[in-house]
Structures are given as C-alpha cells and as structure tokens.
C-alpha cells in the first residue's frame, strides 16, 4: 500500500534552518511528484512547492512567498523527498505534510503523517 | 494567485442531515477543483477531483459538483465519521490554492 512517512518533530530557533524527509514506500517513486503543503496551528493548508521526481534529478517550482528560503530535494535511491526551509521565523510554526501527485496535476491522493515544526527562542 | 472562498466557515448538523457546502473561484477554474477531508489530528484526505469524481473507497453518499467559479460538495446523509473539516481546492493553475475550511460539528 502507498505510504508516505515523514520525519520526526522539530524544535528550531529563530534564524535557523531545518529539513523535514518523507519516505515513499507501494509505489514507483519516480512515476509521481511530491508537494509540501504547511498548516499553520488552527489554519488552513497553504502549499509550499513541488519536485518533479525521475531518476536523475527533479524540476521544482516554489510558492513565491517560500521562493527564497525553501529547497526541495529528493534521493530516488531510497525514495525519499526532502525540504528545507531556511531562516525560521516563529510563524513558521506549524505541520508540513508532503503529498504525492500526478504528472504535475498537483491533486494530492496520498499525504504523509505531518511533521511538526516548531519555531522558538 | 487564485483565490478559493468557502462557506460557511462552519455549520452545525445532526446524523443523518444533508450538508452542502459551497466553494467559489476568483476566476473561472473550469473543472479543475478537489475536495479534502481532514479530521482533528489526521492528514487531509482526497475525497473528490476534478469537481465531481468521486475517489476509489470514498461513500457515495458524498458528491460534488460545479464548474467555472462555484462548487459545491454535498453529503447526502450525514454519518457520526464525517464529522471534520472540509477543504476545497483549485488546481487550474499554480499555485495551487485551498479554500479557508468548513467545519462540519455535531449539533
């Protein structure tokens, strides 16, 4: 059965950087793309970037607002994808969930379990 | 950026109520619309794509329907599991972007 299972909580400081991993089981990795979407505490879903997945590298393409802190990455050697989000800020707080799509379609039929990241002096 | 609005925010119902909840695009997305189901403490759900198909597993007592700016997502007869948040969201174009949320409570 497909399965995505991300990595364990954070606790950052401000200013840092932190990378969250999402391993991909049930499935050909490099047949889908994987996005990052984040949730603020008690907010809705707000989606972060997406990578592209084949066996020799991965296009991406990031909100613009995450632009410039953010980076995606994945290892088709173990199936996993990565992201990470650099210069925390303390709304950065929240759960990210990496989520599987098709051919670019960006319609998410498997989620992982989420990671919560939490950022505080 | 797309912006996705839905209402209402939250409704209260019972078992067995019919729910409909309405999502509206600030542009024409043609048919390009998702619904996601997202109980407390659990990753959301694919629940319907492409405004009204309905995903392998899900009851069929959901539906959803639409298309340009306005969508709905119709539960027909409310079960005590169906009890959640509700997203819909546009993929016509990137990013893709979510409606705010309906809270589905118990009354």
């Known amino acids: 059965q497909v399965q995505l299972v991300q990595s364990g909580a954070e606790v950052k400081k401000p200013g840092a950087s932190v990378q969250v991993s999402c391993k991909a089981s049930g499935y050909t990795f490099t047949n889908y793309g994987i996005s990052w979407v984040r949730q603020a505490p008690e907010q809705g879903l707000e989606w972060m970037g997406w990578i592209r997945i084949n066996a020799y590298n991965g296009n991406t393409h990031y909100a613009q607002k995450f632009q410039d802190r953010v980076t995606l990455t994945t290892d088709a050697s173990t199936s996993t994808a990565y992201m990470e989000l650099r210069s925390l800020r303390s709304d950065d707080t929240a759960l990210y969930y990496c989520?599987?799509?098709?051919?670019?379609?960006?319609?998410?039929?498997?989620w992982g379990q989420g990671t919560l990241v939490t950022v505080s002096s | 950026d797309i912006q996705m609005t839905q209402s209402p925010s939250s409704l209260s119902a019972s078992v067995e109520d019919r729910v409909t909840i309405t999502c509206r695009a600030s542009q024409s997305i043609n048919t390009y619309l998702n619904w996601y189901q997202q109980i407390p403490g659990k990753a959301p759900k694919l629940l319907i794509s492409a405004a009204s198909s309905l995903q392998s597993g899900v009851p069929s007592r959901f539906s959803g329907s639409g298309s340009g700016t306005d969508f709905t997502l119709t539960i027909s007869s409310l079960q005590p599991e169906d009890f959640a948040t509700y997203y819909c969201q546009q993929t016509y174009s990137t990013p893709p972007t979510f409606g705010g949320g309906t809270k589905v409570e118990i009354k």
């Open positions: 989520a599987r799509e098709y051919a670019g379609s960006q319609v998410f039929d498997y």
